[in-house]
């Protein structure tokens, strides 16, 4: 602190900034210790004219009027910002960077022009900086881009409108790929549930097969048909019997019953050759493999799934300075 006359006077730190015009990629460093001083300073070193007071200083990234010395003492060095003099208002520049300019409101929004029009001029913008980003845009923002006129979303491109639809008519299929995708992830999920199910009720009838096995090993020939008849019940033969495709109506604990039964009992109790049957119970095993596979493949998309971190949650943005619609 000093004192000066007998009244104490605070010093503060000098912060580097930076300081351009609003129309202008030309940009000047400056320190200043307040917003009062880096306006003065911005008069002297932009050519301002002081008769176009009031100076309003905006972040350069997004807008954000700065008009707090408090805020602007939290400011990061080097900070960039734009001097609107009078009635200008704030432009987003490409050469400011950031990305906190999809987010912005335009305060002076003609009348004819809505809330989902600003939403894809934005989307079209961010495509238009960098088109590897179609993978990160959401499904409402795909949705969005695809249902903004052709002719509209062309100028904002600045692209051919041939070239345009093809942009819309891929965004299309990647809205496509991501339902299909969605709906097989969760086929998968009720497949698995099932099967964990029809898992726990396999192996309390494996035991009781076990205990049959232990008796039939004293049985004679003819005994085994029966066995055979009591494992697979009606509603598998007549499946067997009725179905082009058996192996596709059957549920993966009747496809382990039929592929593990006997073929001379089996074809008996079919009344089937024994050729047929055993391409049948080909079948049945080769479906049942299939199975066991996806599950297995659904289990490792879901372990994968689970290492993925949450994505932040959104930040309240600052009031914002009126954007200059051209």
Known sequence: MEVAGGA????RPLKPCLLRRNHSREQHGVAASCLEELRNKACDILAIDKSLAPITLVLAEDGTIVDDDDYFLCLPSNTKFVALASNEKWMYNNSDGGT????????????TDTG?????????????????????LSEADLQVL?????????????????????????LQQVLDQREEARQSKQLLELYLQALEKEGGIL??????????DQTDAVDTGGN???????????QILTVLKEKPAPELSLSSQDLELVAKEDPGALAAALSWDAEKTVTVQQA?????????????????????????SSLPGERQEPKRARQDPT
């Open 146 to 170: 695809i249902d903004a006129p052709c002719s509209d979303l062309a100028q904002e491109l600045r692209q051919s409108c041939v070239t345009v639809q093809g942009l819309q008519n891929t």
């Open 284 to 308: 049945c095993n080769q479906e049942l493999s299939l199975r066991l596979q996806q599950v297995q493949s659904l289990r490792s998309l879901r372990n994968l799934s689970a290492r993925k």
């Open 8 to 11: 104490e006077t605070e010093i």
């Open 203 to 212: 192996s309390k009838q494996q035991e009781s097969q076990t205990v049959g």
């Open 224 to 234: 085994r048909e029966s066995s055979s008849t009591i494992a697979l019940t009606s």
């Open 100 to 111: 906190a300019w999809i987010s912005q409101e335009s305060l002076d929004v003609d009348e």
């Open 116 to 136: 989902a029009g600003l939403r894809w001029r934005n989307v079209a913008r961010q495509l238009k900086e960098d088109v590897s980003s179609i993978i990160l």
